[in-house]
């Protein structure tokens, strides 16, 4: 790894620090407020605190790596040696991400048949793409790089095309007090992982050097936040509109 400038190791620095207290901080939220949904929206709920408590872990062993990778005395900074560990990222989305996709499609609250088919299908492609990228992320030239993207990108494109297809008939069925909220919570998932991609190519660009770790690594961690966090709290306020729709359902037929 290229050394970096020491505004470029307090940039990441702290990025890392502050995601790893983001993510313990998402996960208290999720789980504490579980109890404000009903039962049937609580699981997702907990999914979601699961993926960021998993994040808070991998964060922390990533920010730990960094350290030790470097040493920032004098202005200076020095390589000390010891590689940093890139790996904890991908250990970290092979987990996370099916994870996510399964919390959006549980708090659809589909059939049965309909939530285990779509968990299945999206949680698999979505662990296929995680799997087929890392050989790129290694990779030390870009050709190989290029070729793991791409073929990281069919099933990327396969979970596209189920977001906005395979899940567009049954956003109609949700309350309509949830159904912006659904539609926000699936462009949220596909415009954060469509930023995974870009940043993943900032190896092609003409930057070189530290810049490209710094990049590298301040975009990976801001769509983690997004991605995590972000459609953490989404799920999360699904679930409540529709615990109050369903609340009130009844009463509202009665009268």
Do not use: C
């Not at 702290?14 to 929206?41: C, D, E, H, I, K």
């Not at 605190?49 to 202005?75: C, N």
């Not at 870009?142 to 070729?147: A, G, S």
């Amino acid at each position: 790894m290229d050394i970096v400038t020491p505004f470029q190791f307090a940039l990441v620095y702290n990025a890392f620090s502050f995601t790893f207290a983001a993510m313990g901080a998402a996960t208290l939220f999720f789980w504490l407020s579980r109890s404000q949904v009903a039962p049937a929206y609580r699981t997702a709920v907990v999914i979601s605190g699961l993926v960021t408590g998993i994040a808070t872990y991998h964060y922390f062993r990533i920010f730990e790596s960094w350290g030790a990778a470097f040493t920032l005395k004098d202005g200076i900074v020095t390589a000390t040696g010891f590689a940093f560990n890139d790996a904890y990222r991908y250990v970290d989305w092979l987990l996370t991400v099916p994870l996510l996709l399964v919390e959006l499609v549980l708090v659809m609250r589909l059939s049965r048949a309909e939530t285990t088919t779509k968990t299945l299908r999206l949680g698999s492609a979505a662990a296929l793409m995680i799997i087929l990228g890392y050989p790129g992320e290694i990779a030390g030239d870009i050709p190989t790089r290029v070729l793991w993207g791409t073929l990281s990108a069919i099933p990327f494109l396969y979970i596209v095309w189920e977001l906005f297809s395979g899940l567009g008939k049954s956003i109609e069925a949700q309350p309509a007090t949830t159904q912006n909220l659904v539609r926000k919570a699936r462009l949220l998932t596909f415009a954060s992982w469509g930023f995974y991609p870009i940043v993943y190519m900032v190896p092609y660009t003409e930057l070189s050097g530290g810049t490209v770790t710094t990049a590298i690594q301040i975009g990976y961690t801001i769509a983690d936040i997004v991605s995590k966090v972000g459609l953490g709290i989404l799920v999360f306020l699904i679930s409540v509109r529709k615990s109050e729709a369903e609340a009130v359902g009844p009463e509202a037929r009665a009268a």
